[in-house]
């Protein structure tokens, strides 16, 4: 087993429950982390056996481009575009909102969502 790890993929969307973050947008970072069977690529080095990251980002970025009003929903999108791939097992997504239009002091407003396969 292998774990790819994609940290940091910045988007912006139109995610958040406030009528001006549908109209404005926002900044967002995803973070996607991805158990798989690398036991064929190991031996092959061939991309073909393991599961390509390209893959994973265009799946963040077409998920995140479908507007949704709360965070879990982009998030569970991905997630459930990533688990069908060949050699996933488990995948853990993470979307983050950057400066939300909220009166507070905080370092991090994020969810994380997690799949695997049966």
């Known amino acids: ?9 910045k ?7 406030l009528p001006e973050e549908a109209k404005l947008g926002g900044n967002f970072t995803v973070n996607v982390w991805v158990k798989v069977d690398t036991s064929k690529v190991e031996k092959t080095d061939n991309l073909k056996d393991t599961v ?22 982009p998030a569970k999108r991905i997630a459930d575009a ?15 909102k950057i400066n939300p239009p909220i009166n507070a002091t905080f370092d991090k407003i994020s969810v994380t969502i ?5």
């Open 1 to 9: 087993m292998g774990l790819i790890t994609i940290e940091g993929i």
């Open 11 to 17: 988007v912006f969307a139109y995610h958040g429950h």
């Open 52 to 73: 390509d990251y390209v893959k994973i980002i265009d799946i963040v970025k077409e998920k995140m481009a479908i507007r949704a009003d709360m965070i879990e929903v």
């Open 82 to 96: 990533i688990l069908p791939l060949n050699k996933v097992q488990k995948v853990k997504v993470e979307v983050e």
């Open 114 to 118: 997690k799949g695997e396969r049966n």
